[in-house]
């Protein structure tokens, strides 16, 4: 499982910097890429990376403002030519409105996708766990921004044990059904009467991850919520050290915000993004210095960045 940064800068381009776009990539889990927003020019950034467009299976919004939400009619329309046998539906989910500004854009500009696309969009009054797989599964909470804007926890359920069949077989249990009640868990008596505990031959069940995505947000209570216990939380940092009134004028969070944060939810990891392009490399580092004072595993990312948890 890796994150990847297509985009991390705020607002507008730069040149080190594309605007909103992260992949969560679950390809040795479940084969698919999740897309976290898609600014405008991330399928050029994707050009750069080894990610197959076709993967994208479902592409979560934060909110609709055009940083986060204009790269997503050419990325659809591409997607559309990257594959033919395999090509496959796709999950959105966002904000009440991306159904309208997709379905708009790729109307008018005589775009037509062989694939279909399923819309679920959110308001106040549905969000919570908004999406759940037999390996996955979603919860959604409203931010605090200047428009409606959602932030994603994403937690893998546990993984269960694997079975030791070396260890089964040279204790001399027979491959085949006996072997796949040890795997279910059922103990089992041999044929010489000796007795199979399953729990001696299954290894403890694995604890799954948690990734949480905001988007753009003042400080919440929310942001913590959502990033408890995370091993990795990823929170927009669009405002410097001192610019606190700044910030919360415009909705946004500083890098000292956002660490506090990252420290009040005890997450393991913090990833900062959404980096104003006022900020170049050496202020860049400075920023990260100073969150790394409240919260020490803190990392500014940069454009094309890859975290493996
Ligand atoms: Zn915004």
Known sequence: MELQFLGTGAGQPSKSRNVSSLVLKLLDEIN??????????TQRQIL?????????????????????????????ASRAFQANEEQTDLD??????????ILSSLRLSGARLPYRIHFHEF?????????????FVVYAEKLDHTIFCIGYRVMQKDLEGTLDAEALKAAG???GPLFGKVKSGQDVVLEDGRKIIAKDYISAP????IITILGDTRKTDASIRLGLGADILVHESTYGTKDEPLARKHGHSTNMQAAQIAKAASAKKLLLNHI???????ECRQLEKDAQTIFENTHMV??????SL
């Open 32 to 41: 698919e890429v999740w897309m976290f927003d898609c600014g405008e020019g």
């Open 48 to 76: 750069e990376t080894t990610i197959k467009p076709r993967k994208v299976k479902r592409i979560f919004i934060t909110h609709l403002h055009g940083d986060h939400i204009f790269g997503l009619p050419g990325f659809l």
């Open 92 to 101: 959105v989910y966002g904000p009440v409105g991306i159904r309208s500004y």
């Open 123 to 135: 308001d106040e009054t549905n969000l919570g766990k908004i999406m759940e797989t037999d390996k």
């Open 173 to 175: 249990v027979p491959f």
């Open 206 to 209: 694995k604890k799954g991850k």
């Open 276 to 282: 104003s392009a006022r900020f170049l490399g050496r």
């Open 302 to 307: 940069k454009d094309l960045e890859e975290v």
